[in-house]
């Protein structure tokens, strides 16, 4: 019995990877967040997300993600972003003692 007789022996399961969901990366998400918000600019915020979106894409790169895909992945982390960043500016104006009284 050759091996050609015996497919079982021969096959190979898919591979598919699955990344685990970008907004839910909480500690990142704040601490990109918390270092947004600590620029001095929007040129230096600007300059700061670049990085970052650098290194999510070739973190996906390495992991063999679809271009495709990596755009959905890096635009809900940076979604997450975005609300963490307004929830931080209101956290820090209420304890500043800007809310309404």
């Not at 990344?19 to 929007?42: N, Y």
């Not at 650098?54 to 993600?65: A, K």
């Amino acid at each position: 019995m050759s091996s050609s007789d015996l497919p079982l022996f021969t096959w190979h399961q898919p591979v598919q990877i699955i990344v685990f969901p970008m907004d839910k990366r909480i500690g990142r998400i704040r601490e990109v967040a918390s270092k947004l918000l600590d620029k001095p600019s929007a040129r230096a915020a600007d300059h700061y997300r670049n990085q970052v979106s650098e290194s999510l894409d070739r973190s996906l790169d390495r992991m063999g993600i679809a271009p495709a895909d990596k755009q959905e992945h890096v635009s809900a982390f940076w979604n997450a972003v975005q609300s963490e960043t307004t929830r931080m500016a209101y956290e820090g104006s209420r304890q500043n003692g800007g809310g309404a009284a």
